[in-house]
């Protein structure tokens, strides 16, 4: 099971696959009361079948969400949560086929609900997770006793048995060190059965097995946020973001945090008014406003850009990535560029030819002086060129990316 699922909705899946069949002849049986009961039934029926899933009950919620998916489906919401069930109905089928078929069923689903205006970022993620053929199960360990373990454990929890699924994943931990599903998982069951301090243990097991995944982070946060603990909660998403800054569902957690604590996400506003063309056999064209190169605000300065990103494209690149045969937008080269941006405006500065410092420029020039030039470029100048170095920067350069998302990005600092 995808663990954006897990987080969807935490409930467990109580009914094991028999009760379940004997639940879908006795509905597809018998008269549908939602038809007969028009629109208030519809919602009722809607409601309860939300509230089972809450109640670790998904199996009871599927036969509910089947109907109402076929009275309309046009209801995001349903079409989204019929999705959910029919994969936590995966989890309790041996047959493999039978498995996959269902995942079909679960992806189509969730497909439609995208296709009717459902907007979610869990849903879009597992939808990122399942491919249109319903794609393998899923192999958690290459030690076969460790990924037995962790199938036991999944089988346990979708049919509700917390305490089994719970020994079952620190089995797989013990069989395999390195598993980082193993210690999340069982956090998970510890958080289920309302121990959070215990479920935080495990969740830091997990971040230590592996401190790039967002997972663990974003997990943690979540009993925070529920006691009120918005600032906890807040670093908690930061690492996530920090962790994979790429992931919608680390975006997602930081968002969820701003709504809460009323806070507007933004980074810096600074404008380029330089315009550099993608390179073309071996040319790159630099488009200035011309308007920049009198003023007596130091936005001269920004020629400076497109000369640093013109060299770096015919010449600097080849030089300092002679292992990559083809030239990308680099983070060295845009921090580079900037760098000479303020370098030029510090010149001016000392040589007072600028009045009053364009706005755009002197957060710049604060952002390269608090060394946080780099956290802002892989942050909010972010490229596909540019998120190919994120990973070796982050190696070293932790604290600045989370002092980067701190100070400003959650700060609204503008």
């Not at 797989?172 to 935080?200: E, H, I, N, R």
């Not at 997972?215 to 973001?241: D, H, I, N, Q, W």
């Not at 303020?342 to 608090?370: F, G, M, W, Y």
Request: charged share 30%; net charge positive.
């Amino acid at each position: 099971m995808p663990a954006t699922l897990r987080r969807a909705r935490r409930g467990s899946f109580a009914a094991p696959v028999t009760i379940f069949c004997v639940m879908l002849i006795a509905t597809a049986a018998m008269p549908s009361r939602l038809f007969a009961q028009g629109a208030a039934n519809y919602e009722a029926e809607k409601q309860r079948a939300i509230q089972l899933l809450e109640n670790a009950k998904a199996m009871e919620a599927l036969p509910i969400l089947e109907r109402l998916s076929n009275s309309n489906p046009e209801d995001g919401q349903v079409m989204f949560y019929f999705g959910f069930a029919l994969l936590a109905q995966a989890q309790t089928l041996t047959d493999t086929n039978a498995r996959k078929q269902s995942r079909i069923r679960a992806r189509a689903a969730m497909l439609k609900a995208k296709e009717s205006g459902y907007k979610s970022a869990v849903m879009d993620s597992i939808l990122e997770t399942i491919p249109a053929d319903g794609g393998e199960d899923t192999k958690y360990s290459a030690n076969p006793q460790a990924d037995a373990a962790m199938r036991e454990g999944e089988s346990a929890f979708v049919k509700g048995d917390l305490d089994t699924a719970l020994a079952a994943y620190q089995r797989a931990l013990t069989l395999d060190p390195k598993l980082y599903a193993a210690a999340l998982f069982a956090g998970d069951m510890y958080f289920k059965k309302g121990q959070s301090f215990k479920a935080a243990e495990w969740y830091e097991r997990a971040i230590a097995i592996d401190p790039d995944r967002e997972t663990a982070y974003r997990y943690s946060a979540s009993p925070l946020m529920e006691a009120g603990k918005l600032e906890e909660a807040r670093g908690r998403y930061v690492e996530a973001f920090v962790a994979e800054p790429f992931n919608r569902l680390a975006r997602a957690g930081l968002i969820r945090w701003a709504e809460a604590a009323r806070v507007e996400l933004a980074h810096p506003q600074i404008d380029v008014p330089t315009d550099v063309t993608p390179l073309k056999d071996n040319k790159m064209t630099i488009n200035i406003n011309p308007g920049a190169l009198d003023a007596e605000d130091g936005s001269s300065a920004w020629m400076m850009y497109g000369i640093s990103r013109a060299s770096w494209a015919t010449q600097k690149f080849a030089k300092e990535f002679p292992g990559e045969k083809q030239y990308r937008h680099t983070l060295r080269e845009e921090a580079d560029a900037l760098r000479s941006v303020v370098e030029s405006v510090k010149t001016q500065t000392k040589d007072k030819k600028i009045k009053t410092l364009n706005p755009s420029l002197a957060r710049l020039v604060k952002l390269h002086d608090e060394g946080l030039l780099e956290a802002y470029i892989l942050f909010a100048r972010v490229d596909q060129g540019i998120a190919q170095d994120y990973a070796e920067y982050r190696k070293t350069n932790r604290d600045k990316l989370r002092r980067y998302l701190i100070e400003y990005v959650t700060a609204g600092k503008r």
